[in-house]
Nanobody
Framework: QLQVVESGGGLVQPGGSLRLSCTVS????????IGWFRRAPGKEREGVAC????????YIKNFVKGRFTISQDNAKNTVYLQMNNLKPEDTATYYC?????????????????WGEGTLVTVSS
């Protein structure tokens, strides 16, 4: 069993930055990677980025590439999503989730444990 908790969301102006954190506790051997997803109002949940625990391999979806980066601190079992140059269309609830298979990290069905999400609002 894992517990996943996101933090760091809030209200930010367009062009601003936020750093989201995702901390995993419990049986922390039971995951291979952590992914960030988001769900904007009225839209489906979509994958944003993923990082593999053992070697730090990452992917970032094209629609945020160059603005968002993902990193991890394995000593703290924490993954970060640094979001720069935020746009109103980035407004969403951001979730992180664990997966036992990095290859499935872009798919909601491939994820095992989810956090409750943190709201990011980009507005002037």
């Amino acid at each position: 069993q894992l517990q996943v908790v996101e933090s760091g969301g809030g209200l930010v102006q367009p062009g601003g930055s936020l750093r989201l954190s995702c901390t995993v506790s419990g049986f922390t051997l039971d995951y291979d990677a952590i992914g960030w997803f988001r769900r904007a109002p009225g839209k489906e949940r979509e994958g944003v980025a993923c990082i593999r625990k053992n070697d730090g391999a990452t992917y970032i979806k094209n629609f945020v590439k160059g603005r968002f980066t993902i990193s991890q601190d394995n000593a703290k079992n924490t993954v970060y999503l640094q979001m720069n140059n935020l746009k109103p269309e980035d407004t969403a609830t951001y979730y992180c989730a664990t997966t036992r298979d990095y290859g499935l990290c872009d798919y909601t069905y491939g994820m095992n444990y989810w956090g409750e999400g943190t709201l990011v609002t980009v507005s002037s």
